[in-house]
């Protein structure tokens, strides 16, 4: 490398050098020292082979398998630059060894090195000088000692034991420490040995080969304390080997050699020298020897010991093949000899001579001073002569041995010296950096294993916790499908035992058995959130055992004690006849466990979130887990949970949530809620109209969970955006963000929706019986025979709450409220609330599931009798008088009438004033349930209630609720009641935390504020529409007559101002239809009736005009014809066909295929083509939508099925599971085809009838519900209609008329004197419109089937009826072919209206 690098390069080294701190020079020096000590390795090199020819190999002693350790270090030095560790026998004889030619003293290669090293940068004076002088005395030193060698050999050693480690080697591997009796620069000693005069060379070979190893090669050896090694022989010569290097600078004895080869592979030696016990590279005691400034002169030279010519074995030497070998005889030419061994070193050393003569001949002095170089002396030897003997005779001269000693040798000196401390610092630099890496290495090594231990400890642990935790949901995923499934296969297995085993199934009773029918009240809820629906309820009974319990309590006679017995043990015996049909456990618990890879395709996805929570449900709160997937939510309830187990499990058998799982496209809002008064709570409600209620540990887990749930908001009906903040709103948030109130103020909404709105957003809820919604007393008259509901007495004041209507109650109420003295507890007025779960189940006590929570809470028995809601009137009075009883109403009393009937005979008890407590008995003045409600529900509605109901709102809801204002009206209640009166997490002590929620549970909760600021009142309806009283224009506002003159079978007013082209869909008996332009600008004048056929100018102010394909004279009629693939056993009639809300579409029924098919409006092409009856299909039914939602259409078939179909909006046509249409539900039950159907999403039911048969309710579930009996003499139902209320009006053969509720109850019947071809109800049920052969539309009261109104006489029979979506305007198809428009105003028969007309 340095060959390369520093010889046949010219760079400059100075930056170099003073990046790494050198002194100038310094790179050059370091090169000088490494050739020197790769000159002194050859030479050894050279002494070694003569050896080894001359002994013939070494002898090694017996028994031993190691040469001594001398000669071992020797062979480590010289193999340091050998290719690989072989033999060094075996090396020395390759071409690899640097060694050419053993003869010379030094190589060709390191004679080159030397000059190069002079001149190489020879412009510097300084540094060159001091190198020729540091070059020449080394040179000079070698060549005294070679010419020695040559005068004096060394002897043979042949069969001579190896030397002692305390020994000399031969003469030949040393210089004498004297050139004729030149004195030697002392070396202070090491480990505090006395100083030792040491040669010349001794100093120069160890020096060199310390710096070799230390400094120049870069070893791990340098790392090695340095000591001068000398020994001494006879005490006379001071002998220095070559090569000794470190180890002799380091170890006491000459021994201990050190080991510098670079790529020694072999087995390491035992140590020779056991007498300095100093291990290797151990640091030595002393310091670096240093050479003092101004040497001690010693003239004091000795003789090296010679060994006799003749004992060297001359045979020996010459037995190598093809080696050069001195002749070892005396006699031989010593010239030539000289020639040989000097002859390349001595041009050299005349050329440094000559080039440095200036510098060198007044360096080098005599012993007087005197020029030893001066011109015409020495320097003539040097330029002119070429005899090596004459050169080594001048040098070994005495005058020029005590010169180079004097001034050459501290030139050498100090270049070793230099070595010296790098090296030194060298080694105190690896060490640091070594120490450095160690430290840094135990650093990283300790991290390693504290981060070894942390992955094991935290992260493995952690890891292991999580896989755990999922296994344990995957497992709890797994187990909660299969309950979930095995609840919905107990459901399917009830509907399929329902269908099969009504009396209109298969396995149908016998109509003579009059089996106990038991019912219960349904969850789905109406657009109003009204819950009017009942079903089948399997769990049923009459409560024998409450009835037993209560009449041991209670203290009833013995007669009625035996008959509850009988009763109760009658009913064990039909329980246990029922067993098999009304078991729900199709699996046991191991079968459950069982695997089956079915049950668990419905696990989609990872779990998003899943969290301990508590199902909320009327009379049960079960804790469980809540699992959110990607697209779905579940419920597994806890079975295992102490608190489940408290619950009834009567009351358990009515929640349908405990194995709960929900996709998200099924959830339609999300509402924050109260729990126990904390915000930790949430309400979804669904696609199916029913709602799911949830509490969490936090609000933080309520807040993960909003945002885990798809982005619905409070949904659509508030006018707030669908986003998770609003789901996240507070009730006052959501009050300022809805737009409810001005829809109320605007009268766009009525009062009970208003009311329901409120209780909505304040937290009120079905799910939780302590907040159940609250509704006001209203009327305050339920004693008279009549009821005026114009009279203003008979209506409560609102302004003030139930608790402050009477007087001297108020009275009572505030002295206690300034009278409370109590440190801890705030005053109040009131101790009880005006919502209570136990007032809500006393309300419902005649209707499951609320019986079976009654007694639940009641420890399984009635209360006492007077205390059960048994009159109307009483309850009333109670709030009156009674001072514990403040409460307010539920929304129950103002639309479900079968909360007044005890429809299950429950034994209820006797009451010493009224007798027996069986249904409740209604004001006088209500003839009926159904009449007390609706009657209650129009009070509601009044003008007088909605004068002043803003003034109740703010009791309840708004800024009178709490604070210095609900003091001023005497409406303060117990401070438990109120929200944030409490933080249950904050109370450590179980018992207490018990006792509170016990407190919250039993005596009510307040609403949440919602207003802090009086409640806006609501509109007049004067003024609203000033001119809503004003004189009405003549009935007929016009007649529009079709050129075909086939009958108008059916008509659709889809007249909505929101569509693109608002339109009258009319169809012909002919198939012909038309799409008649409706004129939303239209406003009714005082002139006559108007035809289709006047100017242009009278037809512009027209509300219908003619569709234009039509009204051409050329027109081409298969434009407006759907065909002529009709069956013609179906006659067309109204129900054969329905439009979509914009009227694009039209669907027909009749086909001789047992198709319908959709047509596009605009160019009379089937758009698709549906199958699925067995039978032509008779008739056709579409749900109530707006004009972007989907719907359901109903087809009815002569093959006595109905089958429900769901049409998107979006991609316009009926859709299914596939590809292919498929229907949503099989209706079942007829015995005979089909002949009307009608169909209310919102209600979730489909009333059907048959030619023969019955009238029929399913669900859209499919489910058969009841069945609507026609009164005596009343036979083929052939119209049916039902209004947003339940009310189900059905139209028979001969002018027949009987309607009925949604839950099978029949109201009224009528028989008409006209024979009813088609039938209409008003948006609110109240109006019932009909049209007959005679050709008179007639105008009814639906719940009294009072005839109200006949408009005139048309001139042919009327077949479909038709109202504008403002119920402004009266449709009507006639058989002629004609369109007559009536003006209608239906506030000429409102009670509070009428009298104004």
């Known amino acids: 490398m340095a060959n390369v690098l520093i010889f046949a390069s010219s760079l400059n080294f100075s930056e170099l050098q003073s990046e790494k701190n050198m002194s100038n020079g310094g790179i050059l020096r370091q090169c000088l020292r490494l050739v020197c000590t790769s000159a002194v390795r050859n030479c050894l090199e050279c002494k070694e082979r003569i050896r080894i020819h001359q002994s013939g190999g070494y002898c090694l002693a017996a028994?031993?398998?190691?040469?001594?350790?001398?000669?071992?270090?020797?062979?480590?030095?010289?193999?340091?630059?050998?290719?690989?560790?072989?033999?060094?026998?075996?090396?020395?004889?390759?071409?690899?060894?640097?060694?050419?030619?053993?003869?010379?003293?030094?190589?060709?290669?390191?004679?080159?090195?030397?000059?190069?090293?002079?001149?190489?940068?020879?412009?510097?004076?300084?540094?060159?000088?001091?190198?020729?002088?540091?070059?020449?005395?080394?040179?000079?030193?070698?060549?005294?000692?070679?010419?020695r060698d040559i005068l004096e050999p060394p002897p043979t050693p042949s069969s001579s034991p190896i030397p002692n480690a305390g020994e000399q080697s031969v003469s030949s591997d040393c210089v004498t420490g004297s050139l004729n009796g030149s004195s030697i620069v002392p070396i202070p000693g090491i480990d505090g040995e006395e100083d030792r005069s040491d040669t010349f060379n001794h100093d120069s070979a160890n020096e060199i080969e310390s710096t070799d190893e230390g400094s120049l090669s870069g070893s791990t050896k340098s790392e090695e304390p340095m000591s001068d090694g000398s020994s001494q022989k006879s005490g006379e010569d001071v002998i220095q080997h070559y090569g000794s290097g470190d180890a002799a600078e380091e170890k006491k004895g000459e021994d201990s050699w050190t080991d510098v080869s670079l790529n020694d592979e072999s087995e390491p030696r035992p140590r020779t020298d056991e007498k300095d016990g100093m291990d290797r590279g151990e640091k030595p005691q002393g310091q670096i020897s240093v050479l003092s400034g101004s040497p001690m002169h010693n003239n004091t030279g000795g003789n090296s010991s010679s060994i006799p010519r003749d004992e060297l074995n001359i045979k020996s030497l010459m037995t190598a093949e093809g080696f050069p070998l001195p002749t070892p005889a005396r006699e031989s030419n010593l010239t030539q000899k000289l020639e040989a061994a000097l002859g390349s070193v001595c041009p050299l050393l005349r050329e440094i001579m000559v080039d440095f003569a200036p510098f060198l001949s007044k360096t080098l002095l005599g012993s007087h001073g005197q020029e030893l170089l001066s011109e015409g002396k020495g320097i003539t030897s040097f330029k002119h002569s070429t005899s090596v003997v004459e050169l080594v005779m001048l040098l070994c001269s005495q005058e020029w041995q005590n010169s180079l000693q004097k001034h050459a040798g501290l030139a050498f000196i100090e270049l070793i010296n230099e070595g010296r401390l790098l090296s030194h610092a060298m080694k105190d630099h690896i060490v640091r950096v070594a120490n450095e890496a160690e430290f840094i290495l135990n650093r990283m090594r300790a991290d390693d294993v504290l981060k070894h231990a942390e992955f094991e400890q935290t992260l493995c642990a952690q890891t292991v916790i999580e896989r755990k935790e999922e296994e344990k949901m995957c497992d709890h995923l797994i187990t909660a499908a299969r309950r979930r499934d095995n609840v919905i296969a107990s459901r399917v297995l009830e509907k399929t035992i329902n269908i099969i085993s009504n009396k209109h199934g298969a396995w149908g009773q016998d109509p003579g058995v009059d089996a106990p029918e038991y019912w219960r009240?349904?969850?789905?809820?109406?657009?109003?959130?009204?819950?009017?629906?009942?079903?089948?309820?399997?769990?049923?009974?009459?409560?024998?055992?409450?009835?037993?319990?209560?009449?041991?309590?209670?203290?009833?006679?013995?007669?009625?004690?035996?008959?509850?017995?009988?009763?109760?043990?009658?009913?064990?015996?039909?329980?246990?006849?029922?067993?098999?049909?009304?078991?729900?456990?199709?699996?046991?618990?191991?079968?459950?466990?069982?695997?089956?890879?079915?049950?668990?395709l419905d696990l989609v996805g990872p779990v998003n979130i899943s969290s301990k929570g508590h199902l909320i449900s009327p009379g049960v709160v079960a804790p469980g887990i809540v699992s959110i997937t990607s697209n779905e939510l579940y419920f597994e309830v806890d079975e295992d949970d102490p608190e489940f187990s408290k619950v009834d499990p009567e009351v358990l058998k009515y929640c349908d949530h405990l194995h709960g799982k929900w996709y998200f496209s099924e959830i339609r809002a999300i509402f924050s809620r109260h729990y126990l008064l904390q915000n930790v709570a949430i309400e979804i409600f669904l696609a199916s109209r029913t709602s799911v209620m949830?509490?969490?540990?936090?609000?933080?887990?309520?807040?993960?969970?909003?945002?885990?749930?798809?982005?619905?908001?409070?949904?659509?009906?508030?006018?707030?955006?669908?986003?998770?903040?609003?789901?996240?709103?507070?009730?006052?948030?959501?009050?300022?963000?809805?737009?409810?109130?001005?829809?109320?103020?605007?009268?766009?909404?009525?009062?009970?929706?208003?009311?329901?709105?409120?209780?909505?957003?304040?937290?009120?809820?079905?799910?939780?019986?302590?907040?159940?919604?609250?509704?006001?007393?209203?009327?305050?008259?339920?004693?008279?025979?009549?009821?005026?509901?114009?009279?203003?007495?008979?209506?409560?004041?609102?302004?003030?709450?139930?608790?402050?209507?009477?007087?001297?109650?108020?009275?009572?109420?505030?002295?206690?409220?300034?009278?409370?003295?109590?440190?801890?507890?705030?005053?109040?007025?009131?101790?009880?609330?005006?919502?209570?779960?136990?007032?809500?189940?006393?309300?419902?006590?005649?209707?499951?599931?609320?019986?079976?929570?009654?007694?639940?809470?009641?420890?399984?028995?009635?209360?006492?009798?007077?205390?059960?809601?048994?009159?109307?009137?009483?309850?009333?009075?109670?709030?009156?008088?009674?001072?514990?009883?403040?409460?307010?109403?539920?929304?129950?009393?103002?639309?479900?009438?079968?909360?007044?009937?005890?429809?299950?005979?429950?034994?209820?008890?006797?009451?010493?004033?009224?007798?027996?407590?069986?249904?409740?008995?209604?004001?006088?003045?209500?003839?009926?349930?159904?009449?007390?409600?609706?009657?209650?529900?129009?009070?509601?509605?009044?003008?007088?209630?909605?004068?002043?109901?803003?003034?109740?709102?703010?009791?309840?809801?708004?800024?009178?609720?709490?604070?210095?204002?609900?003091?001023?009206?005497?409406?303060?209640f117990y401070y438990l009641t109120y929200e944030g009166s409490v933080d249950l997490d904050a109370v450590n002590d179980h018992i207490m935390l018990e006792a509170i929620e016990n407190?919250?549970?039993?005596?009510?909760?307040?609403?949440?504020?919602?207003?802090?600021?009086?409640?806006?009142?609501?509109?007049?309806?004067?003024?609203?529409?000033?001119?809503?009283?004003?004189?009405?224009?003549?009935?007929?506002?016009?007649?529009?007559?079709?050129?075909?003159?086939?009958?108008?079978?059916?008509?659709?007013?889809?007249?909505?101002?929101?569509?693109?082209?608002?339109?009258?869909?009319?169809?012909?008996?002919?198939?012909?239809?038309?799409?008649?332009?409706?004129?939303?600008?239209?406003?009714?004048?005082?002139?006559?009736?108007?035809?289709?056929?006047?100017?242009?100018?009278?037809?512009?102010?027209?509300?219908?005009?003619?569709?234009?394909?039509?009204?051409?004279?050329?027109?081409?009629?298969?434009?407006?014809?759907?065909?002529?693939?009709?069956?013609?056993?179906?006659?067309?009639?109204?129900?054969?066909?329905?439009?979509?809300?914009?009227?694009?579409?039209?669907?027909?029924?009749?086909?001789?295929?047992?198709?319908?098919?959709?047509?596009?409006?605009?160019?009379?092409?089937?758009?698709?083509?549906?199958?699925?009856?067995?039978?032509?299909?008779?008739?056709?039914?579409?749900?109530?939508?707006?004009i972007t939602s989907d719907c359901y259409v109903a087809s009815g078939s002569a093959d006595c099925t109905v089958l429900l179909w769901h049409w998107n909006a979006r991609c316009q046509a009926i859709v299914g599971d596939g590809d292919h249409p498929t229907p949503r539900a099989t209706l079942t039950g007829h015995d005979s085809p089909v002949t009307a159907l009608v169909i209310s999403a919102e209600l979730g039911l489909v009333v059907s009838s048959s030619e023969y048969g019955p009238v029929l309710v399913h669900t859209t579930f499919g489910d058969l519900l009841r069945t609507l009996e026609a009164p005596n003499?009343?036979?083929?139902?052939?119209?049916?209609?039902?209004?947003?209320?339940?009310?189900?009006?059905?139209?028979?053969?001969?002018?027949?008329?009987?309607?009925?509720?949604?839950?099978?109850?029949?109201?009224?019947?009528?028989?008409?004197?006209?024979?009813?071809?088609?039938?209409?109800?008003?948006?609110?049920?109240?109006?019932?419109?009909?049209?007959?052969?005679?050709?008179?539309?007639?105008?009814?009261?639906?719940?009294?089937?009072?005839?109200?109104?006949?408009?005139?006489?048309?001139?042919?029979?009327?077949?479909?009826?038709?109202?504008?979506?403002?119920?402004?305007?009266?449709?009507?198809?006639?058989?002629?072919?004609?369109?007559?428009?009536?003006?209608?105003?239906?506030?000429?028969?409102?009670?509070?209206?009428?009298?104004?007309?």
């Open 63 to 147: 028994g031993t398998t190691a040469m001594p350790s001398k000669v071992a270090h020797l062979h480590s030095l010289i193999r340091g630059v050998q290719a690989s560790p072989r033999n060094i026998v075996e090396n020395l004889v390759t071409q690899n060894s640097p060694v050419k030619d053993p003869e010379k003293l030094l190589q060709d290669m390191d004679v080159n090195r030397l000059r190069a090293v002079i001149y190489r940068d020879i412009e510097e004076t300084k540094q060159a000088q001091f190198l020729s002088l540091a070059i020449v005395y080394f040179i000079s030193v070698l060549m005294v000692s070679k010419y």
């Open 521 to 600: 009240l349904d969850a789905w809820e109406d657009d109003a959130r009204r819950r009017k629906r009942f079903v089948h309820n399997p769990w049923g009974s009459s409560h024998p055992e409450a009835t037993l319990k209560s009449s041991h309590e209670n203290g009833a006679p013995d007669d009625a004690m035996l008959q509850a017995k009988e009763e109760f043990h009658s009913q064990l015996a039909a329980n246990r006849s029922q067993q098999p049909l009304q078991s729900n456990d199709l699996m046991d618990d191991n079968e459950l466990l069982s695997d089956d890879r079915e049950l668990d």
């Open 999 to 1186: 407190q919250i549970r039993s005596f009510g909760q307040t609403p949440s504020q919602l207003l802090m600021e009086p409640h806006p009142p609501r509109s007049s309806a004067m003024h609203l529409t000033p001119m809503m009283f004003s004189t009405v224009p003549d009935d007929v506002c016009m007649v529009m007559k079709f050129l075909s003159n086939s009958p108008i079978c059916h008509i659709s007013a889809n007249s909505y101002p929101q569509l693109p082209q608002p339109s009258v869909v009319t169809v012909t008996a002919s198939q012909n239809f038309a799409v008649n332009k409706w004129n939303s600008n239209y406003s009714a004048s005082m002139h006559s009736p108007s035809f289709a056929e006047s100017t242009p100018s009278i037809a512009a102010n027209l509300p219908l005009i003619m569709d234009p394909v039509l009204a051409q004279v050329n027109n081409h009629m298969p434009k407006r014809h759907l065909g002529d693939n009709f069956s013609q056993k179906v006659k067309m009639r109204a129900n054969c066909f329905v439009t979509t809300v914009d009227s694009k579409f039209l669907i027909a029924c009749g086909f001789w295929d047992h198709s319908f098919r959709v047509f596009s409006t605009e160019s009379a092409k089937i758009v698709q083509i549906v199958f699925g009856h067995f039978g032509v299909i008779t008739c056709l039914g579409r749900s109530e939508c707006n």
């Open 1273 to 1397: 003499g009343y036979r083929g139902p052939e119209n049916v209609i039902m209004s947003r209320e339940g009310i189900v009006v059905v139209g028979y053969e001969k002018g027949n008329i009987a309607a009925f509720t949604m839950n099978g109850r029949r109201l009224r019947h009528h028989s008409h004197h006209d024979t009813i071809q088609c039938m209409l109800l008003s948006r609110d049920g109240e109006y019932l419109i009909t049209g007959g052969d005679k050709g008179i539309v007639e105008v009814w009261r639906t719940f009294s089937l009072a005839l109200l109104y006949a408009f005139p006489a048309c001139d042919s029979a009327v077949k479909s009826i038709a109202l504008s979506h403002d119920h402004r305007f009266l449709l009507t198809g006639l058989a002629t072919g004609s369109i007559v428009v009536f003006h209608i105003d239906f506030n000429r028969w409102h009670h509070e209206f009428q009298h104004r007309y």
């Open 694 to 972: 949830f509490a969490f540990p936090d609000q933080a887990t309520v807040k993960k969970v909003i945002k885990a749930l798809p982005r619905v908001g409070v949904g659509i009906k508030y006018g707030i955006p669908q986003t998770r903040r609003a789901s996240m709103m507070s009730p006052r948030q959501l009050m300022r963000a809805s737009n409810m109130t001005q829809k109320w103020q605007r009268r766009e909404i009525s009062n009970f929706e208003y009311l329901m709105f409120l209780n909505t957003i304040a937290g009120r809820t079905y799910n939780d019986l302590n907040q159940y919604p609250v509704f006001p007393w209203i009327l305050t008259n339920y004693d008279s025979k009549e009821l005026d509901l114009g009279l203003s007495s008979n209506y409560r004041d609102l302004s003030k709450p139930a608790g402050a209507l009477n007087p001297s109650r108020r009275a009572y109420f505030e002295e206690r409220y300034n009278s409370w003295e109590h440190e801890s507890i705030p005053p109040f007025h009131y101790g009880s609330h005006y919502s209570t779960a136990a007032f809500t189940l006393n309300w419902l006590l005649r209707l499951e599931p609320f019986t079976t929570m009654f007694l639940a809470l009641q420890s399984g028995k009635f209360d006492h009798p007077n205390r059960l809601f048994s009159s109307i009137s009483m309850a009333w009075k109670n709030c009156q008088r009674d001072t514990s009883d403040v409460k307010e109403l539920i929304p129950e009393l103002f639309y479900l009438p079968e909360m007044f009937t005890n429809a299950h005979q429950y034994k209820l008890g006797s009451q010493d004033e009224t007798g027996v407590v069986d249904h409740v008995q209604l004001p006088t003045w209500a003839s009926s349930p159904d009449e007390f409600v609706r009657i209650h529900r129009m009070a509601l509605e009044s003008e007088i209630v909605s004068c002043q109901l803003h003034q109740w709102i703010d009791l309840i809801f708004g800024y009178k609720q709490k604070g210095p204002e609900a003091i001023r009206a005497t409406n303060v």
